[in-house]
């Protein structure tokens, strides 16, 4: 297996290398112990999931508060009769339908994809090491540990080389802890540096963070500013519901003198178009459909949200290396330093990648090209990589018997300032280039201070393989006002470099991130003006993220190594490499499994689909929830007959509401997303619902004074449907804009049904409509006409008064 170590600084070619004088390695459990603690139940069984069970799915989409509304609702009407009053009920079984199906498909998805992303830990078992699927460890299992490998279930250290591993994600501790044979370990912990291995003490529901994470791994719909608008707006409606159901009731029962049935249906005709039930519906199926869209591009969305959440940022931060810049690495030269001898230069750097058992890309650059041969130097010790101290060095028995000891890492970091060296070292890195210093240390790798006094002994130039999609991804951001910042632990001019050949803007000045101000205020100012920003430790990412959102930003990280970690976990949106440590996947929101930069346009602009566009229908929604409670109102208090059946506002709903808004739901839309939903989508909906309330009853009560006779309360309510249908259209012309050629077609598409409503007999019969005269119809027309424009006043007047 090879652990792929986190690209930062020129120093991460180092390395952490099995010390030559570790005890023998132990076999591990045997087949036939495995088998035995198989049979006895003892393995790490922890269903980890990736989405919510199919019970679960269906639970959530058929018991919700106002599917038992409707239901209620529904089963009156299936008594009082007759069935077409009742054809709403068929809607909200065809709709949860709908929505479970969605939701059932993501859910297969996210599962199969999970299955590729999944922790595969390195168990050694009969004295061989091989990867397993995390749920097949058993108790006793020897696991092995390297540079960011997740701990997957607790346990006591067995073996430790120089091992150090971070507990932050469980203790909030960010400094490492340094590991010895028998110290406790905890799942949820990662390993930062050396490497070993731990026997498992507690598997399955018993190890410390099996809670943790299986919850961190679970597909969840909570934490959404959309879905949490949404559900505050359903509160808000359903304290309405009641009072006006119980106005309705007496209104239609006693004031009007109805029979007992009639007041019913009537009740029920006022309150059923209150409730925006499909505005649920259409928030979760698009974002099971935004999960499948992404899954095909083998993105794995780990927390539903993060579609929305990365659809939400305006600052993008990255880490050079496994993002602008591919894993792999090639060694473009050796330079000898002070009359070095190349030979002696390339014995030790075959020495060095030799005792490497987890070699990085850099290391694997000067592997492939110095491979070891016979005669390599005998290991003695280590020094593992540390992102804070920015090089690792090794110590040898040479073949003349002679001790020596090397440190390999970044310049700017093992030299004294102003040492001449530094200025080869710097040209080179304005070409983009990476450099190593490979020097002898004046003292033992255990020394506090060991790199001081150290010998230049070479330059080792390293050139890194720019992602061929890194380019079009940084500039898509660039063109949707997204800021893009580099952070990385690499030399400043080296990362500006590589930027600048990106065409980053703002890479011509890269920022040392050493010289930034500790002041969180000032380092907020600093990095919010800067784009490029080199040496950065894994806690001045951390720091900076937090700067930058506590200046009122949204920032997602993306990065793949162990030294992302703390910046992923905080950040709003963490986006990790599949190719990355298992610590990152295991922070990380959303999980690229292609391994492809490029791929992050596709996920904000899935964000933005399903943000724009549910607030598009949201419009129509709670514009269609705000005239049916104004009419509610306005009945009670006139104290004359509900205008409408429940018959009517279904067919209305589903011409004008339902049927558009799936299609408006799912359409493109590149549209930046905004903060504040309920109060944008309210601005909109409450002049729109009062201008249709307000038409559609004086109209109502022109017809009432227009028509006499036994059935003039059917030719009323067709003339008020007439009215009420044509506004409705308006509003949905007016959600639908930009327009385009489908857009255009899908409003006339409804416009149409209604027509057919309106001429064909058997569906008049059916709906009890029909139009009355000339007059009356036409008044309808008339004052439709006259909402229409109130309606383009009062959208025009709202966007100017508070634009995006």
Same mark, same amino acid.
């Given at each position: 297996?090879?652990?792929?170590?986190?690209?930062?600084?020129?120093?991460?070619?180092?390395?952490?290398?099995?010390?030559?004088?570790?005890?023998?390695?132990?076999?591990g459990l045997s087949a036939t112990e495995v088998a035995e603690r198989v049979a006895r139940g003892e393995v790490n069984d922890i269903p980890v999931r990736s989405s919510r069970s199919t019970a679960d799915i269906v639970r959530a989409n058929v018991f919700t508060r106002f599917n038992a509304i409707i239901g209620i609702l529904f089963l009156i009407i299936l008594v009082v009769g007759p069935i077409q009053d009742g054809l709403f009920g068929f809607v909200i079984v065809a709709n949860t339908g709908i929505g479970i199906i969605q939701e059932l498909r993501a859910k297969r998805t996210l599962d199969n994809l999970a299955v590729i992303g999944e922790s595969r830990p390195t168990v050694r078992r009969d004295g061989?090491?091989?990867?397993?699927?995390?749920?097949?460890?058993?108790?006793?299992?020897?696991?092995?540990?390297?540079?960011?490998?997740?701990?997957?279930?607790?346990?006591?250290?067995?073996?430790?080389?120089?091992?150090?591993?971070?507990?932050?994600?469980?203790?909030?501790?960010?400094?490492?802890?340094?590991?010895?044979?028998?110290?406790?370990?905890?799942?949820?912990?990662?390993?930062?540096?050396?490497?070993?291995?731990?026997?498992?003490?507690?598997?399955?529901?018993?190890?410390?963070?099996?809670?943790?994470?299986?919850?961190?791994?679970?597909?969840?719909?909570?934490?959404?500013?959309?879905?949490?608008?949404?559900?505050?707006?359903?509160?808000?409606?359903?304290?309405?519901?009641?009072?006006?159901?119980?106005?309705?009731?007496?209104?239609?029962?006693?004031?009007?003198?109805?029979?007992?049935?009639?007041?019913?249906?009537?009740?029920?005709?006022?309150?059923?178009?209150?409730?925006?039930?499909?505005?649920? !519906?259409?928030?979760?199926?698009?974002?099971?459909?935004? *999960?499948? $869209? @992404?899954? =095909?591009?083998?993105?794995? +969305?780990?927390? #539903?949200?993060?579609?929305?959440?990365?659809?939400?940022?305006?600052?993008?931060?990255?880490?050079?290396?496994?993002?602008?810049?591919?894993?792999?690495?090639?060694?473009?030269?050796?330079?000898?330093?002070?009359?070095?001898?190349?030979?002696?230069?390339?014995?030790?750097?075959?020495?060095?990648?030799?005792?490497?058992?987890?070699?990085?890309?850099?290391?694997?650059?000067?592997?492939?090209?110095?491979?070891?041969?016979?005669?390599?130097?005998?290991?003695?010790?280590?020094?593992?990589?540390?992102?804070?101290?920015?090089?690792?060095?090794?110590?040898?028995?040479?073949?003349?018997?002679?001790?020596?000891?090397?440190?390999?890492?970044?310049?700017?970091?093992? !030299?004294?300032?102003?040492?001449?060296?530094?200025?080869? *070292?710097? $040209? @080179?890195? =304005?070409?983009?280039?990476? +450099?190593?210093? #490979?020097?002898?240390?004046?003292?033992?790798?255990?020394?506090?201070?060991?790199?001081?006094?150290?010998?230049?002994?070479?330059?080792?130039?390293?050139?890194?393989?720019?992602?061929?999609?890194?380019?079009?991804?940084?500039?898509?951001?660039?063109?949707?006002?997204?800021?893009?910042?580099?952070?990385?632990?690499?030399?400043?001019?080296?990362?500006?470099?590589?930027?600048?050949?990106?065409?980053?803007?703002?890479?011509?000045?890269?920022?040392?991130?050493?010289?930034?101000?500790?002041?969180?205020?000032?380092?907020?100012?600093?990095?919010?003006?800067?784009?490029?920003?080199?040496?950065?430790?894994?806690?001045?990412?951390?720091?900076?993220?937090?700067?930058?959102?506590?200046?009122?930003?949204?920032?997602?990280?993306?990065?793949?190594?162990?030294?992302?970690?703390?910046?992923?976990?905080?950040?709003?949106?963490?986006?990790?490499?599949?190719?990355?440590?298992?610590?990152?996947?295991?922070?990380?929101?959303?999980?690229?499994?292609?391994?492809?930069?490029?791929?992050?346009?596709?996920?904000?602009?899935?964000?933005?689909?399903?943000?724009?566009?549910?607030?598009?229908?949201?419009?129509?929604?709670?514009?269609?929830?705000?005239?049916?409670?104004?009419?509610?109102?306005?009945?009670?208090?006139?104290?004359?007959?509900?205008?409408?059946?429940?018959?009517?506002?279904?067919?209305?709903?589903?011409?004008?509401?339902?049927?558009?808004?799936?299609?408006?739901?799912?359409?493109?839309?590149?549209?930046?997303?905004?903060?504040?939903?309920?109060?944008?989508?309210?601005?909109?909906?409450?002049?729109?619902?009062?201008?249709?309330?307000?038409?559609?009853?004086?109209?109502?009560?022109?017809?009432?004074?227009?028509?006499?006779?036994?059935?003039?309360?059917?030719?009323?309510?067709?003339?008020?449907?007439?009215?009420?249908?044509?506004?409705?259209?308006?509003?949905?012309?007016?959600?639908?804009?930009?327009?385009?050629?489908?857009?255009?077609?899908?409003?006339?598409?409804?416009?149409?049904?209604?027509?057919?409503?309106?001429?064909?007999?058997?569906?008049?019969?059916?709906?009890?409509?029909?139009?009355?005269?000339?007059?009356?119809?036409?008044?309808?027309?008339g004052v439709a006409a006259v909402a229409a424009v109130l309606l383009e006043i009062a959208w025009r007047w709202v966007a100017r008064k508070f634009p995006a």
């Open positions: 297996m090879t652990h792929r170590i986190p690209e930062g600084p020129p120093a991460e070619g180092a390395l952490g290398m099995a010390s030559g004088s570790a005890p023998a390695r132990s076999p061989t090491s091989a990867e397993i699927p995390t749920g097949e460890i058993v108790l006793g299992d020897l696991v092995e540990l390297a540079p960011g490998d997740k701990c997957v279930v607790d346990g006591v250290v067995a073996e430790a080389d120089s091992l150090e591993v971070d507990e932050s994600l469980l203790t909030g501790e960010a400094d490492p802890v340094v590991k010895q044979p028998g110290d406790k370990i905890m799942s949820g912990s990662f390993v930062v540096a050396g490497s070993g291995a731990f026997t498992a003490t507690k598997v399955g529901r018993e190890a410390y963070a099996a809670q943790l994470a299986e919850e961190a791994s679970r597909f969840t719909l909570v934490h959404s500013e959309l879905r949490s608008g949404i559900s505050q707006i359903l509160k808000y409606i359903t304290w309405m519901m009641v009072p006006a159901a119980i106005g309705l009731i007496v209104s239609q029962l006693v004031v009007e003198d109805h029979g007992l049935d009639e007041a019913i249906r009537r009740m029920v005709g006022g309150i059923v178009p209150m409730v925006p039930e499909g505005l649920v !519906l259409l928030t979760s199926v698009a974002f099971a459909i935004g *999960v499948i $869209r @992404l899954g =095909r591009k083998q993105c794995l +969305v780990q927390e #539903l949200p993060a579609i929305e959440g990365l659809a939400r940022v305006d600052v993008v931060c990255l880490d050079k290396t496994g993002t602008l810049t591919e894993g792999g690495m090639d060694v473009r030269e050796v330079r000898p330093l002070q009359g070095a001898d190349s030979a002696t230069v390339g014995r030790v750097l075959t020495a060095l990648g030799a005792s490497e058992a987890h070699p990085n890309a850099s290391l694997q650059a000067i592997i492939e090209a110095y491979p070891a041969g016979d005669g390599v130097w005998e290991c003695t010790g280590t020094l593992p990589f540390s992102s804070a101290r920015k090089y690792s060095g090794a110590s040898f028995t040479e073949s003349d018997g002679t001790d020596s000891a090397w440190l390999l890492g970044a310049p700017d970091v093992l !030299l004294g300032k102003g040492d001449p060296i530094l200025g080869d *070292v710097d $040209r @080179l890195d =304005r070409e983009g280039l990476r +450099v190593l210093l #490979l020097a002898r240390a004046a003292h033992p790798l255990d020394a506090p201070h060991v790199a001081e006094g150290a010998t230049p002994t070479a330059l080792v130039v390293l050139e890194q393989r720019l992602r061929p999609d890194a380019s079009a991804t940084l500039e898509y951001f660039a063109e949707q006002n997204v800021q893009t910042k580099v952070i990385s632990g690499d030399n400043a001019v080296s990362v500006g470099a590589v930027a600048g050949k990106l065409e980053l803007p703002g890479a011509e000045a890269p920022v040392d991130a050493r010289k930034l101000p500790e002041d969180p205020e000032e380092m907020g100012r600093r990095v919010e003006d800067g784009a490029v920003f080199g040496r950065v430790t894994p806690q001045q990412k951390r720091d900076m993220v937090g700067a930058l959102q506590a200046r009122g930003h949204n920032v997602a990280m993306t990065g793949d190594g162990v030294n992302d970690v703390l910046a992923l976990k905080d950040a709003d949106i963490g986006v990790s490499m599949g190719s990355g440590s298992e610590a990152t996947k295991a922070v990380a929101q959303i999980v690229l499994l292609n391994n492809s930069f490029a791929t992050l346009p596709s996920v904000v602009g899935e964000g933005r689909r399903v943000i724009g566009n549910i607030e598009r229908v949201a419009n129509l929604f709670l514009t269609k929830t705000v005239y049916s409670v104004l009419l509610a109102l306005l009945v009670i208090c006139w104290q004359i007959p509900y205008p409408f059946l429940p018959r009517h506002l279904t067919l209305l709903s589903t011409l004008t509401i339902g049927v558009p808004a799936f299609f408006l739901a799912l359409a493109p839309n590149k549209e930046r997303a905004k903060p504040h939903f309920v109060r944008r989508v309210m601005r909109y909906a409450i002049p729109s619902g009062v201008i249709a309330g307000i038409a559609t009853f004086t109209t109502y009560l022109l017809a009432r004074h227009h028509y006499r006779g036994e059935n003039a309360l059917d030719a009323e309510t067709s003339a008020a449907t007439l009215t009420l249908f044509l506004i409705a259209m308006w509003v949905l012309a007016i959600v639908a804009r930009p327009y385009t050629w489908w857009r255009v077609g899908l409003v006339l598409t409804m416009g149409a049904g209604f027509l057919i409503v309106l001429v064909t007999p058997w569906l008049q019969d059916f709906f009890a409509l029909k139009l009355v005269g000339t007059t009356m119809p036409w008044g309808a027309v």
